[in-house]
């Protein structure tokens, strides 16, 4: 295996999965991709009220604590073992952004965790775990 790609949204379930696959990259020589997405849940047209002050905050804030979360899973990651560690953020739709980062970087396995911070989210929605299993055109490991 060469790369295994793991989503953190800085939960519990999601550093569980950070620590799963930094053991299995270890084990197997694998470089460790660690991605978070920003994904606000709400309709794009939405912002389209705020003023630029508004979004550029919004967005500021939204990178901010994605660099923070990335921080905290490579610590993480390099505790479990993991030495080669690529990192990316993106905005979108968590699941389709996973999958696209998957495809364009190779990774021959995605991991995620079992449910993030919004159980809300998920309940309506689906939760992005669900989406990445049915979508996905690679193995994916859901970690509980």
């Known amino acids: 295996m060469k790369r295994i790609l793991v989503a953190t949204d800085g939960s519990e379930g999601a550093r569980r999965a950070v620590d799963y696959a930094a053991g299995l990259a270890n084990s197997t020589k694998a470089e460790l991709l660690i991605v978070n997405i920003a994904d606000l849940g709400v309709p794009e047209n939405l912002f389209v009220n705020f003023t ?4 550029k905050w919004l967005k500021d804030h939204m990178t901010s604590t994605a660099s923070e979360i990335l921080k905290n899973a490579m610590e993480d990651a390099r505790k479990a073992g993991s030495i ?4 990316e953020s993106r905005h979108g739709d968590t699941a389709q952004m ?3 980062i998957a495809e364009e970087k190779d990774a021959e396995l995605i991991v995620v965790g079992k449910r993030g911070i919004s159980r ?5 929605l689906g939760s992005i775990s669900q989406k990445v ?9 859901v970690v509980p």
């Open 52 to 55: 630029s002050g508004q979004r």
């Open 84 to 87: 080669t560690i690529q990192l």
């Open 98 to 100: 996973i999958l696209e």
């Open 120 to 124: 809300m989210t998920g309940m309506l």
């Open 133 to 141: 299993i049915v979508l996905a055109q690679r193995p994916v490991t």
